[in-house]
């Protein structure tokens, strides 16, 4: 596989030059400085696409182009964001960019609880708390009609999980869930969430299903026509939350997705992490029957907790995924194209632990979930059972 590295640009605490350090041959990035909707011009993506080939690297990926929430929801004029999105695949494709990861997450992209959760060795781990979590639904924000999604027994449970907390808590929760996360494409006050949320009222289930759809009937012939290979990432946590529907968080929901639109440029970010927190996905089983429309690999792992509502990013060789059976499911997909002259598979290592001087360090806290040394553990552990499951392989 080809071994990345997310990279949030300028901006980012980590330089290129720590990165071509890491062993990573390629850089997933994107443009975050363009607002949603706006189009990615040729000059803008060259100039990064530059930047990062001076430094010896490759811009691999892109992750993400936003879907501009207006086409998740069909509001009026929704039409002018799908030809948007679908220039800006033309452009990355003129600059020889051929990999796009993006989500279809209603409102809010990857949620957690606790930034620096300690682990039993001293690390400091991305966790979600659902307790802390309807906590924050039920309580702070106030969500109308919440009370209905949770149980008399998890309200009260949530209520006395608000009580334990000290105003400082209160208000690092608050700001984790409605600031944003790294690669989040908003950041919300709880009167514009709330909002948001309502926008959100008339879409269920099936009619994200229906929107997901139309907007990759619009984009996919245009990246098919360029050689862009589109991936989407799972839903994270792989459930609905806040009352939004969230539809790509099992197998059935993939299988459903890739019937519904054939197309060999739509396939998926496999990301093991997200999916692998539902106990009834079977990893291994699901890379070695979606693997040809597998586009880009996230590699990580969680660990449920209790009912497996809650959960915590564990190390990458540890947690809830049999990594080895999914490094060897992939391994084996990549032998496969490389004898039909098939497209190369990217991974990177996701999420890793706070580790070290890091703990300390304002460069390492500016990126929840993306410091060096945790995500150059991470990726050391995968190259080494990659090496290992190809000589297995013979």
């Not at 004029?77 to 220039?87: D, F, K, N, V």
């Not at 960019?97 to 001293?122: E, H, K, Q, S």
């Not at 944003?180 to 289930?205: C, F, I, K, Q």
């Not at 197998?251 to 019937?259: I, V």
């Amino acid at each position: 596989m080809e071994h990345t590295w997310r990279w949030f640009g300028p901006k980012d605490p980590i330089t290129l030059a720590d990165v071509r350090q890491t062993g990573a041959t390629g850089v997933v990035t994107a443009l975050h400085e363009v607002p949603n909707g706006a189009v990615w011009t040729v000059e803008a993506i060259t100039e990064r696409r530059e930047a990062i080939e001076a430094a010896g690297l490759t811009w691999s990926v892109v992750e993400s182009i936003p879907v501009h929430d207006d086409v998740k929801r069909r509001a009026p004029g929704y039409e002018r964001w799908l030809e948007s999105w679908a220039q800006s695949v033309r452009n990355l494709a003129a600059c020889g960019i051929d990999v796009v990861c993006y989500n279809f997450m209603p409102v809010l992209d990857w949620v957690r609880t606790d930034l620096a959760y300690p682990m039993p060795d001293g690390a400091l781990a991305l966790r979600f708390d659902q307790d802390a979590f309807a906590a924050f639904d039920l309580f702070l924000l106030q969500r109308p009609g919440a009370e209905a999604d949770y149980t008399a027994a998890e309200t009260e449970r949530a209520h006395r999980h608000l009580e334990s907390m000290t105003p400082p808590e209160v208000d690092r929760l608050v700001a984790t869930l409605a600031a944003g996360l790294p690669g989040s494409e908003e950041v919300w006050t709880l009167d514009a969430l709330r909002a948001e949320l309502e926008a959100y009222a008339a879409v269920d289930d099936a009619a994200l299903r229906s929107a997901l759809v139309e907007f990759l009937e619009a984009v996919v012939p245009v990246a098919a026509e360029c050689g862009v290979r589109l991936g989407i990432h799972p839903d994270d946590p792989p459930r609905p939350v806040l009352g939004l529907p969230r539809i790509m968080s099992t197998a059935a929901d993939a299988r459903w997705l890739l019937d519904a639109v054939p197309q060999e440029a739509s396939g998926l970010t496999f990301c093991t992490g997200s999916f692998g927190v539902r106990a009834d996905n079977d990893l291994v089983a699901m890379v070695e029957e979606f693997a040809p429309r597998i586009h880009f690999a996230h590699l990580r792992s969680t660990r449920r907790e209790g009912d497996g509502r809650s959960f915590h990013e564990a190390p990458h060789l540890d947690g809830d995924v049999d990594m080895v059976g999914v490094i060897e499911a992939l391994a084996r997909e990549e032998r496969r194209r490389a004898d039909h002259g098939g497209a190369r598979i990217p991974m990177r290592p996701d999420h890793g632990h706070l580790l070290l001087a890091e703990q300390t360090s304002e460069r390492a806290a500016a990126v929840p979930g993306y410091s060096l040394v945790g995500r150059l553990k991470g990726l050391a552990e995968l190259r080494g059972v990659e090496r290992a499951v190809h000589r297995q392989l013979g």
